[in-house]
């Protein structure tokens, strides 16, 4: 029997339309352009600012805009995979939510949560699924509102992330393309450096909690900066090895978005040119799980079958990893 592989047939995305800029920020907190260009390399975020609307609101308009640039039919999902650290509500899923809004009602849906890593980790999963041929076509969306759990009052964190949702296709090919090969990891030693301290069952949320800001994020920025660009560079290290990948034959690095100078080191490693890596952190920042579909979203018309892909990510945990795909068709 010829091998099943998994290859993302269309990639969808959203961001909110409301934009806060390095200009803004420095009237909101002790901050400037020029630093947060320098130190992160954001210009700009966009946030979901309207009230009542949370991580499905996003996660939805790019669902929707996937299965229509697919011409997918709802009712043909067999599956919908959503990673989020920053779910609509505890109970039930975000993904249960995004299924029922978007009529996928012959699948099942399920959250995966790996923080800024979930997308990569959620997309191995369903590769599993498609190669186990028990499943046909997969929707994986990435979507965080993070603006919901950071305190705009910290200097050092709020200036990277922003609001974001991506959502792409998975389906099984025999042809030579598609998933081939990951390499993911977890350290739980990363917890004191970057969580949100209260709002689960270890420390539900109380007045206390409230007051001193500990249901919003905790990042440790410097400590979580050393990991990321070790574990990153690592993990690239790894997977362009055992594939015999290096810099002519790679045609795509798509790197986490949390600080350019993390990107940056990434492509070092691998001696990659940076017009090959895809960058979009300037005007959306960190969107935590959207920031690899996104990436994809924005760069797709680029992409030709047959593409050498390199995926990698970090995130609280610590999660990271990196993947190698050959891409599945032509985006132009
Ligand atoms: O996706 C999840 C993973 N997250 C990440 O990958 C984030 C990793 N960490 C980072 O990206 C960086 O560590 C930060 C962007 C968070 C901070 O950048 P840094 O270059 O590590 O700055 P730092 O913490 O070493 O601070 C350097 C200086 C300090 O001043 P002093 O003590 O040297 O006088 C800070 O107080 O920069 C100051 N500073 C700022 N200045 C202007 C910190 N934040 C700001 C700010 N504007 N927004």
Not at 81 to 90: G, R
Not at 99 to 105: E, I, Q
Not at 266 to 279: S, T
Not at 306 to 317: C, E, S
Request: charge should be negative; hydrophobic fraction near 40%.
């Amino acid at each position: 029997m010829e091998k099943i592989h998994a290859i993302i047939t269309g990639v969808g995305g959203y961001v909110p339309e409301y934009v806060l800029d390095n200009e803004q920020l420095s009237h909101m907190i002790d901050t400037s352009d020029e630093w947060i260009m320098a130190r992160i390399g954001v210009k700009e975020r966009r946030l979901l600012n309207e009230e009542g609307l949370g991580t499905s609101y996003m996660a939805r308009k790019a669902v929707k805009q996937l299965l229509e640039k697919t011409n997918t039919d709802p009712l043909t999902v067999d599956a919908v995979i959503c990673s989020t650290s920053t779910p609509d509500y505890q109970i039930p899923s975000t993904a249960s939510i995004i299924l029922g809004k978007c009529g996928m009602t012959n699948a099942h849906a399920f959250e995966l949560s790996a923080a800024c890593s979930g997308w990569l980790f959620a997309m191995d999963q369903a590769a599993c699924m498609i190669e186990s041929g028990r499943y046909k076509k997969i929707v994986i969306v990435g979507a965080d509102k993070m603006s919901s759990i950071i305190d705009y009052t910290d200097r050092q964190t709020c200036p990277i992330f922003g609001d974001g949702a991506g959502a792409t296709l998975v389906e099984p090919t025999t042809e030579d393309l598609g998933w081939r090969d990951s390499y993911l990891r977890t350290d739980g030693a990363g917890l004191p450096f970057l969580c949100i301290k209260s709002g689960g069952s270890a420390s539900p949320v109380s007045s206390f909690a409230l007051e001193h800001k500990l249901h919003l994020l905790h990042q440790e920025g410097r400590t979580v900066f050393k990991f990321a660009v070790t574990n990153m560079s690592d993990a690239v290290g790894r997977i362009a090895e055992r594939n015999n990948l290096n810099k002519d034959n790679i045609d795509w690095v798509i790197p986490h978005q949390a600080n350019v100078r993390i990107i940056d080191a990434v492509a070092k490693r691998l001696d990659m040119p940076m017009e090959k890596v895809m960058i979009n952190i300037q005007h959306y920042g960190n969107t935590s799980s959207a920031t690899l579909p996104l990436a994809l979203w924005e760069y797709e018309k680029q992409l030709r079958k047959g593409d050498n892909l390199i995926f990698t990510a970090f995130g609280a945990g610590f999660t990271w990893g990196a993947a190698y795909m050959k891409w599945g068709y032509d985006g132009a």
